[in-house]
C-alpha cells in the first residue's frame, strides 16, 4: 500500500510538473485562440478585454467580447494586466490553473475512497465478501485523479488558459460535500458552479440524493430480497437496519437548502457591488441569457452552432426550446432508474449537459472522463471501450486539422470541421449509453449472486 501511494504521489507531481513546462510555451503553443478549448463563456482573452472595459469605467458586458462571470473578472482580471515590457503575466495565472486542477484531482480521489468504501460496506451487509476481495478490484479514487490529472483534454485546456477548470473544481467540490454530507460544502459548490455555467444546476437531483440517501449503493430491493431468506429473528433485526438505511433524511436537505440560499444571496451582492451602477440585470442577460438564446455562432465542437446558422429565424425560438428542453427530458427518468447511485447519475448529467450545452469545450470533456473513473469496478466489462478510446483520439486530431483547411487554407468548408462535431456528440451518446447500460448490469449481476445466495440458503 505505501509503493502504491508513494507512485501515485509521483505521477500527480509529474503531472504538474508537465503543466508547468508546457505553459513556458504558452504563446508558441496558442491554445487559448483554439475553438475547442476556449469559448466565450470560458476564453482568458475574453475576460481580460471586460477586465479593460471595466477599468475603463464601462460595464464589462459592453458589446459582445465578455459574457462570464463578474466574480472571475475580480479574481482573474488584474493577471491579465499587461507588464511594462509588453508580455503578458501568465505566471500567476498558469499557477491558479495548476492548482485548480490538482484541488480537482484529489477531490475526486478523496470521492471515489467514499464512494468505494461504502460500497464495500454494502457488499458486505449482502454477504457478497468475495466480491470485495477479487483481484480485479482496484483504487477507483487513484485511477480517476490519475485519469483527470493526464488526460490530454485536462492538459491542454489547462495549459490553453480556459476557465474550465474552475468550474470544474465547483462541480467536484459540490460532489465531494454532498458525498461527505458536508451540507455548506455542497451547497458552496452548487452555487457557483451553476453562477458560473448555469448547466449545473440539474446537479441538484444527485447532490440531493447524496445528502439524502448517502453514497452510491447496490438496489436496496436486493437487500430486501437477502433479508427474506433470513430466520425469523435475524429478520427483524436486518429488516429494523435496513429501514433505517432506506429511510430518506431531511436533514440535511434542509440545510442544503438554506446554505444554497445563503450563498446565492452573497454571490449576488458580490456582484452587483462589482458591477455598480449597471445592476444585475445586465449580467444575467448577459450571462445566462446568452447561453440560453445561443447568440454566438462562432465555430465550436458543439452542434448548436451549425444548426442555428442555418435554420430559419421564424422557427429559431422553437428550436432554442427543444433543445435546451430535450436535456430537462432526460433528467427525471435517469434519476428514478438510477436514484441508487447519485454520484453516477452526476456523471451521466454532466455528460449529457456537456453534449447539448450551447458553447461546449473539451474541457467539459475532460471533467466527465474523469469522473468516469470513479466506477472502473463496476463499469469493467463496459462494451466499446477501445471503440471510444479510438475514437476520442480521432477526434481530437482530425478536429484541429478540419478547422484548418476551412478557417485557414480555404481548402474546406464548414461542413468539415461540423463533421467532427458531429462524431464528438455520437461518440458521447455512445459512451452514456453503454456506461448506464453496464451500471445495470452490474446490478443485474448482484441481484443473481443475492439470489442464488437465496436459493441455496
Known amino acids: 500500500m505505501a509503493t502504491t501511494n508513494r507512485w501515485f504521489w509521483v505521477w500527480v507531481t509529474l ?8 505553459m513556458c510555451f504558452s504563446e508558441n503553443l496558442n491554445l487559448g485562440s483554439r475553438p475547442e478549448i476556449a469559448t466565450p463563456l470560458t476564453s482568458l482573452r475574453r475576460l481580460a478585454e471586460g477586465y479593460w472595459l471595466k477599468q475603463s469605467s464601462m ?7 465578455y459574457h462570464g462571470s463578474p466574480l472571475l473578472l475580480s479574481i482573474l482580471g488584474p493577471l491579465t494586466v499587461q507588464r511594462i515590457e509588453g508580455k503578458p503575466s501568465h505566471l500567476i495565472c ?16 478523496a470521492t471515489g475512497q467514499k464512494l468505494q468504501l461504502a460500497y464495500s460496506q454494502s457488499l458486505k451487509s449482502l454477504n457478497l465478501v468475495r466480491l470485495v476481495e477479487t483481484p480485479r478490484i ?35 467540490l459540490s460532489l465531494y460535500g454532498a458525498c461527505s454530507r458536508l451540507a455548506p460544502l455542497a451547497a458552496f459548490g452548487w ?31 436486493l437487500s430486501l430480497l437477502r433479508n427474506s431468506s433470513t ?14 438505511e432506506v429511510i430518506f433524511s431531511w436533514k440535511p436537505i434542509v440545510h442544503f437548502i438554506l446554505w444554497a440560499s445563503i450563498w446565492s444571496l452573497y454571490v449576488l451582492a458580490l456582484c452587483s457591488i462589482f458591477l455598480k451602477p449597471y445592476g444585475l440585470r445586465e449580467m444575467f442577460k448577459k450571462t445566462h441569457g446568452f447561453i440560453l438564446t445561443v447568440e454566438d455562432l462562432s465555430p465550436n465542437i458543439g452542434v448548436l452552432w451549425y444548426f442555428f446558422a442555418e435554420v430559419f ?3 429559431r425560438s422553437f428550436f432554442l426550446m427543444v433543445f435546451h428542453v430535450n436535456i430537462i427530458f432526460m433528467v427525471l427518468p435517469l434519476a428514478i432508474r438510477l436514484n441508487h447511485r447519485p454520484c453516477f447519475l452526476a456523471f451521466v448529467y454532466i455528460a449529457i449537459s456537456s453534449m447539448l450545452k450551447s458553447y461546449p469545450s473539451v474541457g467539459d470533456s475532460a471533467l466527465y472522463l474523469g469522473l468516469l473513473g470513479l466506477f472502473i469496478n463496476e463499469l469493467a466489462d463496459m462494451h466499446f471501450s477501445f471503440f471510444l478510446f479510438c475514437g476520442y483520439v480521432g477526434v481530437s486530431l482530425l478536429s484541429p486539422v478540419m478547422h484548418n483547411l476551412w478557417i485557414w487554407r480555404g481548402t474546406g468548408n464548414a461542413n468539415f470541421y461540423f463533421a467532427t462535431a458531429i462524431a464528438y456528440a455520437c461518440l458521447q451518446i455512445i459512451l452514456v449509453v453503454e456506461s448506464v447500460s453496464a451500471m445495470l448490469n452490474h446490478d443485474r449481476m448482484l441481484r443473481k449472486q443475492v439470489t442464488l445466495q437465496t436459493c441455496n440458503g
Open 15 to 22: 503531472a504538474l510538473f508537465f503543466r508547468l513546462v508546457l
Open 313 to 315: 429565424d421564424f422557427f
Open 94 to 109: 498558469s499557477s491558479i490553473f495548476v492548482i485548480a486542477d490538482f484541488i480537482t484531482a484529489m477531490l475526486i480521489r
Open 191 to 221: 452555487v457557483i458552479a451553476t453562477h458560473l455555467s448555469l448547466y449545473p444546476a440539474i446537479l441538484i437531483i444527485p447532490v440531493v440524493l447524496l445528502l439524502g440517501y448517502g453514497s452510491d449503493a447496490p438496489p436496496k430491493k
Open 231 to 244: 430466520s425469523g429473528s435475524n429478520l427483524s433485526n436486518q429488516s429494523h437496519n435496513q429501514c433505517s
Open 138 to 172: 482496484v483504487s477507483a479514487g487513484d485511477v480517476a485523479a490519475l485519469l483527470y490529472l493526464w488526460n490530454p483534454l485536462t492538459i491542454v485546456t489547462c495549459v490553453g488558459f480556459s476557465t474550465s477548470p474552475i468550474e470544474n473544481l465547483m462541480v467536484v
Open 59 to 65: 460595464s464589462p458586458y459592453t458589446g459582445s467580447m
